[in-house]
């Protein structure tokens, strides 16, 4: 599977923006990590295609919102009141097949990756 993202961009401390996450193909598991500057990539919201499991870090709880299109195989992250620490470049990520639940939030996961959006959040 393919994945294509998009929606990054420059925002200022407070704002919103919504990234896009395009698939080639089916994927039972769609969601969205994080790296920024000289740290670790890590995990930021991801959920099942039949939206039975949706897990978020707990640094963004409550100010992002994953949601998936299952006919367009594209998976969406709407980040609200945005935070300068939540600069980062931002992957999606895919999977095609199921994983129980305590795994969702691990990179090594995974199947696909996005080529990266980078989003900057001035202070």
């Known amino acids: 599977v393919q994945l294509q993202a998009s929606g990054g961009g420059l925002v200022q401390a407070g704002g919103s923006l919504r990234l896009s996450c395009a698939a080639s193909?089916?994927?039972?598991?769609m969601g969205w990590f994080r790296q920024a500057p000289g740290k670790e990539r890590e995990f930021v919201a991801t959920n099942s295609r039949g939206g039975g499991n949706t897990l978020y870090s707990d640094s963004v709880k409550g100010r992002f919102t994953i949601s998936r299109d299952n006919a367009k195989n594209t998976v969406y992250l709407q980040m609200n009141n945005l935070k300068p620490e939540d600069t980062a470049v931002y992957y999606c990520?895919?999977?095609?097949?199921?994983?129980?639940?305590?795994?969702?939030?691990?990179?090594?996961?995974?199947?696909?990756w996005g080529q990266g959006t980078l989003v900057t959040v001035s202070s």
């Open positions: 193909g089916r994927s039972d598991i």
């Open positions: 990520a895919a999977r095609t097949c199921r994983i129980i639940v305590q795994f969702m939030r691990d990179a090594d996961s995974y199947d696909s």
